[in-house]
């Protein structure tokens, strides 16, 4: 992953001696130290990546990983794989100085490191100094190279299908969290290594509440509906969002998906490099504002996705004024969610392309009405 | 939830004035803000917790899950709810200030805090002090009350249930994944909100890798497995482990799961209030060191469980000096591995009572050779 870490250092415009990834315990694991290094299972608690400047890796593991590190750097001379112990020469402190000698400046990503992650290092390296990387490690990250693209891709393909299956799966009388369970089913059978996300499913009025959890609410004739979920693939993330009607007809609701659709297509028609993300944003805002549903868009129109589904850096959204690059992988969701009554979002990922953009989840968005 | 924020303060040796914890982007996301915060539904994304000495609790949210918020806090006095918004006079800065005037020491949760946040509230309260609330966070959530007890139990019924199961589901040619699939699916058909961890499925010489994330892997006759998974139940976590043998019998895999078994007897043994970690550890890396397999057991024996996998504070491990108490709960989970053949772990979540301690999780343990 040479290239990779080029990049981080490449969108520093002054250059630390070296930058720093530290995991903590699970859920507290930086995403970018997956990004620098590709290793395909593990959760790495407690190791510590340092990249130089040169494209070099050095990566710490505890000997309960050190095989699948070993695994994943035997192909790449880049790459050097420490393993260490609690204590004694291999210990982390050891390691660390022997990697980092003398006084180095060393980049840290800040909004994925601990707190006590920080205080750890300054014991640990006394000598050091600790500057913000935050924008190259980030940055390195949003602009996806072909084979996170590929990842990407496949992750949106299982999506897609399940979304596509979610009408045939419908019953009257079926719960929130049964209709979670076999979409998430389907999405590990189809390849899937887990869901990204907890699975959003609500039903009725649960339909205009945005991060909604699944519960024991079952599916009534009449009333709109939001499903919102998606998979990793080889630690990659989809995340789609599919809106259904569970017939018979709600007048105000089908005429509420239809903006909705409107407001994706206007957003999407401005996709291209250059383009900030608040006027992407703006674009499906204006769409919704100009109808009496004015105001009940209350989020965000889309996020970066990688690693992680809210992957960080250039979003869609009201305060956004950087700008989208080509192999930038976005949302777009907009919504209008009517209080006590029902929403709708719809919701799909796409790559940002030379002079436009590529949809990598395919299933249908328009409305569907779904017979009880 | 008087009762928690008043345990957080009791055991800090210097009270601060207040107590906060602050989510990042999912997942870094402080778990102990659910522990605080009894909201069953939500990411809760940049919200921030405050609790004061007399058990009050100020929570910020952003309009998206406010509703919920509101929800959760209704039936509860001491609760809060602050919606904040971008700009203007409910931004955070305002509310936190109005929340915490003057020259307060704030108790900060730094293992779960990330340096961002760190930063950023040193700039939101600049005549604040910051300190190191830790140990009080901590330790609050590892003595569970009876709520939390029934919620740990549940999630370790739907976990015991589809342990139950795994023989049933075996057969010739399936994969890792496809094995991962059904059980998780019928977790969530069960109850579960989710999976509480990637599920580890290793067959054959995969079930010597204690981290191991499945694969396309076929299931053939003759080789050990090693299951490792856990559901959630409203937050709350379990984590289980079964090993199998796929017939026909490997004379050594069975003596191998027999040691581990009597490994994971002489651990819980020992289990009570007063006994430091290590002690309980050492107990069953001692029968595991009296047999050819010395030095095969490579991880520490348990961890604490409840709002995470891995929640922090006293594990059962070599180098533990704390005691357990009632009302902890941990993982009780030897194993050996012998790399290139098969492993064996036998993984059971505990509460500690008052003069032992009681099973969470149920499904059989002992040596099962399932026909191929």
Redesign the interface.
């Given at each position: 992953m040479k290239r990779r870490v080029e990049k981080v250092f490449s969108y520093l415009d002054v250059k630390p001696d070296a930058v720093l990834l530290a995991n903590?315990?699970?859920?507290?694991?930086d995403q970018s130290f997956f990004h620098l290094f590709e290793v395909?299972?593990?959760?790495f608690?407690g190791s510590v990546a340092v990249a130089h400047p040169d494209g070099s890796l050095d990566v710490t593991t505890s000997?309960?990983?050190a095989?699948?590190a070993h695994l994943a750097a035997k192909h790449d001379p880049h790459v050097k794989i420490h393993t260490v112990t609690?204590e004694g020469p291999e210990s982390l402190e050891v390691v660390l100085r022997k990697i980092l000698p003398g006084t180095p400046s060393i980049g840290?990503n800040?909004?994925?490191?601990?707190?006590?992650?920080?205080?750890r290092l300054e014991k640990l390296l006394p000598s050091a100094k600790f500057v913000d990387a935050?924008v190259g490690v980030r940055r390195a990250r949003q602009v996806k190279d072909a084979s996170e693209i590929e990842k990407l891709r496949k992750a949106a393909e299982i999506g897609s299908r399940v979304g596509k299956e979610i009408p045939s799966l419908l019953k009257t009388g079926m719960t929130e969290?049964?209709l979670?369970?076999e979409m998430?089913?389907r999405m590990?059978?189809y390849?899937a290594?887990?869901?990204s996300?907890?699975?959003i499913i609500g039903f009725g009025p649960h339909s205009a509440?945005?991060?909604?959890?699944p519960?024991d609410t079952k599916l009534t004739p009449g009333v709109s509906m939001v499903c919102d979920f998606g998979a990793y693939y080889h630690r990659y993330a989809s995340d789609i969002t599919r809106s259904f009607h569970f017939g018979p007809r709600d007048a105000e609701l089908k005429e509420v998906h239809d903006t909705v659709e409107a407001a994706q297509q206007a957003a999407l028609a401005l996709l291209r490099p250059g383009v900030p993300g608040k006027v992407v944003h703006q674009a499906a805002e204006n769409v919704i504002n100009a109808t009496k549903w004015k105001g009940l868009f209350?989020?965000g129109l889309g996020h970066a996705l990688g690693l992680?589904?809210?992957d960080?850096g250039v979003g869609l959204a009201?305060?956004v004024d950087e700008v989208l690059e080509e192999g930038m992988v976005v949302t777009v969701e907009p919504g209008i969610y009517i209080?006590g009554k029902g929403g709708v979002r719809i919701e799909d990922d796409v790559v940002i392309t030379k002079s436009g953009y590529e949809f990598l989840t395919t299933a249908p968005r328009g409305y569907l009405e779904v017979s009880a």
């Open positions: 903590s315990t699970d859920p507290h694991l395909s299972s593990g959760l608690e000997p309960l990983e095989e699948s609690r840290l800040f909004p994925e490191l601990t707190h006590a992650w920080y205080l935050t969290l049964e979670a369970a998430e089913y590990n059978k390849g290594n887990g869901r996300f907890s699975t509440e945005p991060h909604y959890q519960g209350t989020h992680a589904v809210h960080g009201p305060n209080a």
